[in-house]
């Protein structure tokens, strides 16, 4: 248990690169503009939180709660979300740069990702069931034994499925889509 609880708090246009981040449980307070490059944000805990306009790239996650939690607008280049404490992980990206990123094994039933960037993003042996990519870039994006059972990935684009790899059941996929379930065969489709 950490010592130090912050509830309800907003921090705003904070360098913490410079000034670092005090380890602390975070109850539904607000991030905007700050900057955590770089930054070692393991064994915090962050409950019904928002990052909007942050740098959070390269951070440290090692054991880090994450509950409910929204980013928006942020740019998270090279995070390990796999390292972060799995019991209650609950979260959701809209407008944001993941490229690099790993989920790899984690429990991510009906995570939302919307307008992202999910450029070699891993997400080998992860569970995305029901999940939700509303036009997600995932050029060279890594699939294998994950379960996309009943994600819609309708208006989403550059992805290489393999579906004889990876569990794709009721998955959503526009017509324009259906190439990159083939992508293995080495069709040429017109």
Known sequence: MLEK????????????????FT??????????????????????????CEFIDCNLSLVKLNNTALKDINFSNCKILGVNFNV???????????????NLASFYKLKLKGIKLINCNLQEVDFVEANL???????CDFNKAIFDTTNLEKADFRTSYNYSIN??????????????????????????ID
């Open 5 to 20: 609880r912050i509830d309800n708090q907003e921090f705003e246009r904070m360098d913490f690169t410079n000034i670092g």
């Open 23 to 48: 380890k602390a449980e975070y109850d539904s307070c607000s991030f905007k503009n700050c900057n955590f490059s770089k930054e070692d944000l393991s064994n915090n805990q962050f409950s019904e």
């Open 84 to 98: 972060c404490d799995p019991f209650l992980l609950s979260i959701s990206f809209k407008d944001c740069q993941l």
């Open 129 to 135: 069931s029901n999940a939700l990519f509303a036009n």
């Open 163 to 188: 579906p004889e790899s990876n569990s794709i059941k009721k998955a959503k996929f526009s017509k324009e889509g259906l190439a990159g379930l083939l992508e293995k065969h080495q069709l040429i």
